[in-house]
């Protein structure tokens, strides 16, 4: 599956859903307690996601940006795991996700992040952008 998905996209798609679940009454209580900044690096194409977990903020990041951990992953596997698709061990695992840092900072936010999944799938439906949906 090969999907039109730019890095300015994935920025906003997630971004969004980092604010609609922090707002959230029933997320925002599984997400308050995460700790640490998880920086994302995509390619095809080419962009920097930063993950700040603590502060509730997901947006454009810098290649230097300190962070916790650090993942490299095509767009298109960031787009899969954001609707359940991937799993971030497995995938880590079989190398289809780099990872530098602290494995803990990922093994910690992973649970509260599975139930952001509906909320990409929505903000991607609400975008118009069906093509995207797994």
């Known amino acids: 599956m090969s999907v039109s998905l ?3 996209d994935l920025y906003t798609f ?5 604010e609609r679940s922090f707002s ?8 308050s307690n995460l700790d640490g900044i998880i920086k994302v690096v ?4 080419d ?4 993950m700040d977990l603590p502060n509730h903020r997901a947006g454009q990041g810098n290649y230097d940006d300190a962070a916790d951990a650090t993942l490299t992953m095509s767009c298109e596997v960031a787009n899969r ?6 799993n971030l061990l497995v995938a880590v695992n079989n190398k289809s996700i780099g990872l530098e840092g602290k494995m ?6 992973l649970p ?9 799938i929505e903000v991607l439906k609400n975008a118009g952008r069906d093509d995207l949906l797994v």
Request: hydrophobic letters at 50%; proline letters at 7%; aromatic letters at 12%.
């Open 6 to 8: 730019t890095a300015d």
């Open 14 to 18: 997630i971004g969004l859903t980092f």
């Open 24 to 31: 959230d009454e029933k997320i925002a209580p599984k997400l």
């Open 42 to 45: 995509t390619t095809d194409p």
């Open 47 to 50: 962009g920097v996601l930063l």
């Open 81 to 86: 795991f954001w609707q359940g698709d991937v």
């Open 104 to 109: 803990a900072t990922l093994v910690m936010a």
């Open 112 to 120: 509260a992040t599975k139930h952001m999944f509906p909320v990409y």
